[in-house]
């Protein structure tokens, strides 16, 4: 009994240090894209350059999501997201206000060519 006392705290006590290390603008990206994405690339809105792709070497495949981090110490509240598939095409939104959003769902209509994001 006091084994299990004893591990459940600790889990609670690694729990919450995770929670302690997690910035504001953490978000979950779904693609419902109809495409795989091969490059998310996520900025502040005030900077004029894109940071590195978060994806690395990995891609984000149809109806799959990933869950992107911020170190605790990033302040911005808006930001800018770009994804790209295979061949360049790319789609951009701009002044999300990730400190109030958990989850960002994109959608690609064939038809118009238009990308749109949801927020939760």
């Not at 992107?68 to 997201?81: C, P, Y």
């Amino acid at each position: 009994m006091r084994k299990t006392l004893l591990l459940l705290s600790m889990f609670f006590v690694l729990l919450a240090s995770a929670a302690a290390f997690a910035g504001a603008q953490d978000f979950v990206l779904v693609n419902k894209t109809g495409v795989e994405i091969n490059a998310v690339y996520v900025s502040p809105s005030k900077s004029n350059d894109w940071e590195e792709d978060i994806l690395g070497d990995d891609t984000l495949p149809d109806g799959e999501s990933v869950e992107i981090t911020f170190d605790r110490g990033e302040n911005a509240s808006m930001w800018d997201l770009r994804i790209e598939d295979s061949d360049g095409n790319s789609i951009e939104w701009e002044n999300i206000p990730l400190k109030k959003v958990s989850e960002v769902t994109l959608k690609y209509n064939k038809k118009t060519g238009e990308g749109t994001a949801s927020f939760k």
